[in-house]
């Protein structure tokens, strides 16, 4: 077996400058919390030569560097940048997993093993494997280092030998895995403080005074925890295979400094995380979907919705666009404290053109253009248009407008709808235009049949009519049911008109004109 | 310096190209159309509405103008293309559209009751560009129109030249003024009561070419329009 290791020493570090990456450069003091008794839990290259130590307090941090920049650790910042360790990982090999959290010196790094078996078919050699995981890792905004052995605990002390050096990649030849832990001291395989303390007092210093030890000797004095060291410590593995994740979410969150209560700042920040959302798409070759955007308002209120994208895209203008679109038609109700954006990655969509049927317009800007309209005209009132399955005369649906879906026919530019032979008189289909609502009437009628209609629409005697035309269903529903008996009349006023008589309330109401 | 005399060789090909060979200046090639698919509707317009051009249907209720309309969304859906149909008069109705031959699958509506929404959903649809036909439908149902900025359709047949568009305005009057490259009104419309029992059979009209800034104009055609239901 042959795993990789792709590690990251310093998670909030990273995780902080991946997200703001205007800080690189500038001294940088990641602190526990926020004021200045804050423990400081990473700092970067600059404030270490400007004399700030970690684990000293903000106070002591500022006093030493008066430039440094204290930012407050970010759980939402560190997850996203684990996630985004893992999708580095995964658009090299389809199996990798991300390694369990580790404690103590170190508790900042975050790591992920990729099963690195055949891997020199498309990378030529290990080392050309473990330079694309950076590669790819940097891509992300990610400074790692990449390490591979004959198991994942060597590989994840490999490369943490290589932290000192940025880009480092160290490859151990099958069966060297022993040979490369021997001189190495004890720490290095991180064992529990109690285990380390007695480890000590044994005189067991180095990797290779442990193997010596019988095992036997060595689980009945220290326990079963022994067991899994010098295990380690030989570089034996017994965990199962790496496997393929089944997660297919790509999440970006980020805590705001301070609640946010105007558009422009939220879409600064939104266009950031949704910039890292695409990247990390664009790495294991997919593209954005629907977008779930959840935000945490002052007052401990939520605000969760979708944002519709017809088409999967990896233009993060227009998802942008989309996503400032939703929210100036409906904007959140209290100031946003935390904000996250989630998706489930789609295959990109290549549009297949037939050489017989005219393109359409673009699917990015069909999205794009789709969602404008619907925050000009709201929700509900843009799409296809849907003959329903109904009786009912005025019933109408609307689907998702999605423009080569229809089979439709193609005719030819020879072909006309009009047969008629006689030269001058072009024939056509009548249609009507629907008044939504209709409008309601008065009626004088006589034996049935309409004879005055006065309405804001038509008005005067009714010189022709043709009907009734009774039309009911829905019996079975209070609600749905109806039963109308339908009349096309003229009026004395010129208008054809199609009027109808509600049977279950008595009611007169025109609801079409004939044009 | 002197010329040559052309070779017969030229003069022959020169002779069979006929017409369609220009000299000198840049050939200037017509702009494509939208047919409606009645042919003589589709004479009187030289061949239907032209594309990255303004035009406008204009004709008082219960002329035939909606038909004429629904005509056209048929002919340009029939080919392939897809159209975009701005309904400022929230009036369209899709089983009258689906008897009159529209493929519904490729008309994006856009059902708005403002004036001012329909002139930006027009302009948006313009500028994405893709769309064979959009109607603006701004003949109103029963309430006062709006009354609509000069600059708006100055700004739409701006926005609609350079596409492959051809934009079609829909009123109970002339709305765009000067700014229609072509305009037709619909006139006299008779409906037709015949049968035992009485149906209507549908609307006798004409179609009446008032303003052509491509060909001719003041031309006339008559249409009659058949009731489907009373066939």
Known sequence: MRIACLLVSDLPLAAELRAHPELQGVPLAIASGAGSRAEILSISPEAARGG?????????????????????????????ARDALLDAALSTSPRAETAPLSSGIYAAEAAVYIDARGITSLFHSEAGFAGALIARAEKLGLPAVAAIASSRGVAHIAARKCTGAPGATKVLPPGDDASFLAPLPIDLLNPEDELAESLTRFGIHRVRDLTRIPERALVTRLGGRARKLLNLARG????????????????????????????????FVLRGMISRLVTRLECRAL???????????????????????ASPTLDPLVLVRLAALSLESRPPPAPIESASLATTGSPLRSDQLDLFRPAGPTPAVLSQTLAELEALCGPGRIGAPVVSDSHRPDTYAMA?????????????????????????????????????????????????????????????????????????????????????????????????????LDLITGCWQIDAVYD | MSVRPPSPAIETLLRDLGPSLHRGASPTFPPTRCPTGLPGIDRLLDGGFPRGRLSEIAGSACCGRTSLALALLARTTAA??????????????????????????????????????????????????????????????HQTPARIPSSAWSRLRRTAAGTDTALVVLGDRRLTDTFADLAIEMRGAKPRFQGTPTLLEGLDGKVQLVRNRLGPHDCAVAVRWQNASAA
């Open chain 2, 80 to 141: 392939g293309e897809v159209v975009a149909l701005v309904d400022g008069a929230d009036a369209f109705d899709p089983p009258s559209a689906a008897a009159a031959g529209v493929d519904l699958a490729r008309v994006l509506w856009v059902r708005t009751s403002e004036v001012l929404c329909a002139l930006h959903s027009t302009e948006h649809l313009l500028a994405a560009r893709g769309f064979a036909l959009v109607l603006l439908d701004l003949a109103p149902g």
């Open chain 1, 236 to 267: 034996e593995e017994s965990a199962p295979p790496i496997s393929t994740p089944s997660r297919t979410l790509f999440e970006e969150s980020t805590d705001l400094d301070a609640p946010l209560s105007h558009l422009e700042p939220l879409l």
């Open chain 1, 400 to 500: 998702a407008f999605v423009p080569n879906s229809g089979a439709g026919s193609l005719t030819r530019d020879g072909d006309a709808r009009d047969g008629d032979a006689h030269a001058g008189l072009s024939h056509g289909s009548l249609a009507v235009r629907a008044l939504r609502p209709p409008v309601p009437a008065r009626v004088q009628a006589s034996l049935g049949s309409p004879e005055w209609i006065r309405s804001a629409l038509a008005n005067g005697e009714v010189i022709r009519s043709a009907g009734p035309w009774r039309t009911t269903g829905g019996w079975w529903s209070r609600e749905e049911r109806f039963a109308f008996d339908h009349f096309d009349v003229q009026t004395s006023d010129g208008l054809v008109v199609r009027l109808r």
């Open chain 1, 287 to 309: 593209a954005c979907g629907d977008l779930d955007l959840d935000l945490d308002l002052e007052g401990g209120q939520r605000d969760a919705r979708r944002i519709g994208v």
């Open chain 1, 52 to 80: 700030v130590r970690p684990f000293t307090t903000v106070v002591h941090g500022r006093a030493a560097c008066a430039e440094l920049c204290v930012r407050v650790a970010s759980p939402a910042l560190e997850r996203a």
